[in-house]
């Protein structure tokens, strides 16, 4: 319960300021008495589930106590909360979405997206409307970054997720952790954590023998890259051992966890959502 109520306030925070600051910069509407939001979620999967009461009742909140208070207007707009599925975080799914939530539902901006390789497919739709979308669940930090302002996330020159269009992008906001900051702390954790375990309990001194198992999608990757980068530069006390990827469609993992076994590893890091990792 308080961990559904924490990301209820969270969301309730970012809508209110962030539709705030939107209404303030856009050409007043003397008419106008709400505000429409979309919710980008996959529906067929739990977290979309979660995501979907977190809105609700951020907005039910909101609303009960009179709305948002726009000065432009000098008065109190409620929010009208529409949704996009996107299944189960299918990129084809949240283009066509966020496209329909842009297009036939005229919302004024987009929150949520879950789901890297999705919400990189479907924000460019928003990036090209100039629709401002606060993305809560995806943490390939290219949201926000594969732009000119941030030298292009790194990418080549040829990559497809390059985006050039500096204004769109700063219509693009993250409020999620990203694969970079928090394979730093699960880097450090084997190190710091797991290795002086195996030391006390089995007198093992050799470097951690670490194997990666990972969804083959923005994220996935993301989190792989973010792991090597932290182990070498930080001169991490870990081996890798083991490197597997698996397509974002797989439901049993035995032939991957067989090579795992093989490489005979002290841990295993799987990165996925919760369904599969659980």
């Not at 993305?135 to 997720?161: C, K």
């Amino acid at each position: 319960v308080n961990s559904k109520l924490l990301a209820a306030v969270v969301i309730a925070i970012i809508i209110v300021g962030a539709v705030a600051a939107y209404i303030l910069i856009s050409p007043p509407e003397s008419d106008r008495t709400t505000i429409k939001i979309g919710l980008v979620a996959p529906y067929q999967i739990p977290v979309g589930q979660d995501m979907d009461r977190a809105a609700r009742m951020a907005v039910e909140e909101i609303n009960a106590m009179g709305g948002i208070y726009v000065e432009s207007l000098d008065k109190n707009l409620t929010i009208h909360l529409v949704t996009g599925d996107t299944q189960n975080a299918n990129p084809d799914a949240a283009v066509n979405e966020v496209t329909r939530l842009i297009e036939q539902e005229d919302v004024d901006l987009l929150i949520g997206g879950f789901g890297s390789g999705a919400t990189l497919a479907g924000q460019v739709p928003a990036i090209d409307a100039r629709v401002p979308y606060i993305i809560t669940g995806a943490s390939s930090h290219l949201v926000t970054r594969r732009g000119p302002q941030a030298n292009y996330g790194g990418l080549p020159e040829d990559s497809p997720l390059r985006i050039t269009d500096a204004e769109g992008m700063s219509y693009m906001f993250h409020y999620c952790t990203t694969t970079f900051h928090y394979s730093e702390t699960v880097a450090h954790f084997f190190a710091e954590a797991m290795k002086p375990l195996l030391e006390t309990e089995k007198g093992i001194t050799r470097n951690l023998r670490l194997a990666v198992l990972y969804r083959d999608d923005a994220f996935g990757k993301g989190v792989w890259d973010a792991t090597k980068h932290f182990i070498e530069t930080d001169n991490l006390a870990i081996d890798i051992v083991a490197e597997q990827s698996y397509p974002t469609t797989t439901t049993t993992f035995q032939a991957e966890l067989t090579n795992i076994k093989a490489a005979n590893p002290d841990a295993v890091y799987v990165v996925d959502f919760t369904a599969n990792t659980a």
